[in-house]
């Protein structure tokens, strides 16, 4: 554990208003590395917190938070902001099963007034509680800190639009370190990068001037000095000026001398929205970061010396590197197929895909919403795209799912990759319901793949399918490791698979808990309960023989998936009932996910707590046979 004498003085904001400022950047220092061990134990996000470890205690020795409201957008940087706001004791529990979150919570602390992990959200809740407490009559001060990237999502410009028409007294801090997770895209990375190189600066003398007509007579000299220092300059004319903010910077955000005055002026003096643009750099502080490509956005257990990070000797391809590899064959021999992803080209496999193939790549930015619409457009025109997002993500787009796509039944397509639980990010990144909110909109096809060579078939069926939306789900992680074909073949839409006969119990998987219902087939037969297993490869259409068969000659029916309730198995039972199929006695039991916010764990663990296992359906069988058995929380009984 690394040297701390000044940080151990620190457990609460307060003690750090008792620290003198020359006394600061060692403060800082110490911070890093508490960080980078804490990380270097557990994994987690930690290019984006090294880079506000100097803002992060800027604000806090400036604001009188919890009282006035600190906001992280995303709050992956948050891991400065907890060492100092009383949870250094857990640092080292981040991300880990009954540890802290890897973002800020509402419910572990008083400091974190609202909960991320989702991006551009914080200056809409900013703009909120800036609101309440004009409403209240309170004085407070509110100050959202949002990333150069969030900044380019639809949502941060509503709520600029807003607070610049509301003239409430909001602090937003842009906090540009030029990273996404990869270089960011866009028009707006390109403003933001042309305010921060000084070009459209305005001069000092007209600088001071315009602090002190904004803030009135009693502007600090100081912030005159540290812009100056700073070689940036309160620019004007800006867009952000445009909205009703008054704009700040580009200010040092590594630098106490430039931080500190201008935070304390704007708590100070400030009367509407003001936004602080502060440039720092992504991985500040610890050179294999710094050096790193992605700037350590996400890392796995590394080596503090080397930086060389832990990696896990893989059995099978991750799905996401099998989607990308067949995305990219499909693309090479059609020329209609384009790809989108929203910001997250590594972590979707896109960026393999384009290097093959980039002038059909579109990285639209952190804008689901856009993504899809443009999709849809594209679709309009005769490509076939694929609007590649996590489950999660794709929940922001969903009325451009069902409006602008759905509706129009235009064919675009729909990798749905971190489909289940995807277990560090915990609920927020959970891919829980995409099967719910897909597969009732009329016309959809929805897929889910049982491995990874279903995912190539997906893909491929998908590419040949011209009549509507499409979707296929797959986790996070590497696959079962099944043989691979060279190539996908393409399905027959809204056909299952029998995989394994038997005539007492039928168990019917939609997606990767196939591993586990013939692993517990093996044990369902052990027992003498003869055990059918299918893959419905299909939530919508249902592929309606297979289920008539399945309830017809078995006597208990189980579904499982990876989703919450209203998915697969709401289709299944809607489709059982209507035909009577139920009214003879079959025991149908529905494995989902329960409903409950599942917290951070290894997915295995999660998948065990859920019941949704080899054990859990076992138990599921003798449970639907009365038969009593201990199961996790979702298993039904
Ligand atoms: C709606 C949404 N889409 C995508 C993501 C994935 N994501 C997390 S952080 C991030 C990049 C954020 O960049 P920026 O705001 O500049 O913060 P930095 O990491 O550079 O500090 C992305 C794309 C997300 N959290 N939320
Ligand atoms: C904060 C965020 O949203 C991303 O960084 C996310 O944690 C990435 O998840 P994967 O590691 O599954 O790509
Ligand atoms: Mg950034």
Redesign the pocket.
Do not use: L, T, W
């Given at each position: 554990m690394p040297a701390t004498p000044l940080l151990d003085k620190v457990r609460y904001p307060d003690d750090l208003k008792k620290i003198d400022d020359r006394d600061l950047p060692q403060l800082a220092a110490e911070l890093r590395a508490e960080m980078v061990d804490a990380v270097s134990r557990t994994g987690g996000?930690l290019?984006?917190g090294l880079?506000?470890v100097e803002l992060t205690i800027a604000i806090h020795k400036i604001f009188d938070t919890p009282h006035d409201r600190l906001i992280f957008?995303?709050g992956?940087?948050c891991y400065p902001h907890k060492i100092l706001t009383g949870r250094r004791d857990r640092i080292r529990t981040l991300r880990q099963e009954d540890g802290l979150s890897g973002f800020t919570r509402r419910a572990e602390s008083e400091y974190d007034p609202f909960g991320a992990?989702?991006?551009?959200t914080s200056i809409s809740a900013g703009l909120g509680m800036a609101v309440a407490a004009e409403l209240d009559g309170k004085s407070r001060n509110v100050i959202a800190v949002?990333?150069?990237?969030?900044?380019s999502?639809g949502m941060a410009f509503e709520a600029l639009n807003n607070a610049g028409a509301l003239d409430a007294r909001l602090i937003v801090i842009l906090?540009?370190?030029d990273?996404?997770?990869a270089p960011?895209t866009g028009a707006m990375s390109a403003y933001l990068a042309r305010l921060a190189s000084g070009r459209t600066y305005m001069g000092i003398r007209e600088v001071g001037k315009k602090l002190t007509a904004y803030l009135g007579k009693t502007v600090d000299r100081a912030i005159t000095r540290a812009v100056e220092h700073a070689r940036g300059y309160v620019t004007g004319g800006t867009l952000f000026e445009e909205m009703g903010f008054y704009h700040i910077g580009p200010i040092d955000g590594h630098s106490f001398d430039h931080l500190l005055p201008v935070l304390r002026n704007v708590r100070d003096n400030a009367k509407g929205p003001v936004l602080i643009h502060v440039v720092t750099q992504?991985g500040k502080g610890y050179p294999p970061a710094e050096a790193a490509a992605d700037?350590y956005?996400g890392v796995n257990k590394f080596d503090v010396i080397t930086g060389a990070q832990a990696k896990a000797k893989p059995n099978a391809p991750a799905y996401t590197s099998v989607f990308a590899d067949a995305l990219t064959l499909e693309a090479s021999l059609d020329d209609k197929i384009v790809a989108i992803t929203?910001?997250?080209p590594s972590?979707t496999g896109l960026d393999r895909f384009a290097s093959v193939h980039p002038s059909r790549c579109f990285d639209v930015g952190?804008a689901?919403q856009h993504a899809v619409t443009f999709a849809a457009g594209l679709a309009a025109e005769g490509y076939k795209p694929f609007a590649a997002l996590?489950s999660t993500?794709l929940q922001?787009a969903y009325d451009q799912v069902v409006h602008d796509v759905a509706i129009q039944g235009l064919p675009v397509r729909f990798p749905i990759d971190r489909a289940g639980f995807v277990g560090a990010d915990g609920p927020t990144h959970a891919g829980s319901f995409d099967t719910t909110y897909l597969a009732t909109l009329p016309g959809f096809v929805v897929m889910a793949a049982a491995d990874e060579a279903e995912l190539k078939h997906m893909v491929r069926t998908a590419a040949a399918y011209d009549d509507g939306p499409i979707s296929f789900r797959y986790p996070r992680g590497e696959g079962v490791g099944v043989e691979l074909p060279e190539r996908g073949e393409i399905l027959e839409i809204g056909k299952g698979r029998v995989i394994k006969q038997g005539s007492k119990v039928a168990l019917l998987s939609f997606g990767t808990r196939l591993a586990d219902c013939l692993l517990a087939a093996e044990d369902l037969d052990a027992a003498g309960l003869s055990t059918t297993v299918a893959d419905a490869r299909f939530a919508k259409p249902l592929d309606h023989d297979l289920i008539r068969q399945l309830a017809r000659h078995h006597e208990v029916l189980i579904t499982i998936e990876e989703g919450a309730v209203g998915g697969f198995a709401s289709h299944v039972l809607q489709f059982l009932a209507e035909e009577g199929l139920i009214d003879g006695g079959l025991k149908v039991r529905p494995m989902i996910m329960p409903d409950v916010w599942m917290e951070q764990a290894k997915p295995e663990a999660m998948y065990t707590r859920a019941g949704l296992d080899r054990a859990g359906i076992v138990s599921t069988v003798f449970k639907a046979l009365g038969q009593k058995r201990g199961v996790g929380l979702g298993a039904a009984g």
């Open positions: 996000h290019g984006a880079g506000v957008d995303v992956h940087q992990a989702h991006s551009s949002i990333g150069d990237g969030a900044m999502a906090n540009d370190n990273m996404s997770i960011p992504k700037k956005h929203a910001a997250m972590g952190i689901e996590y993500f922001r």
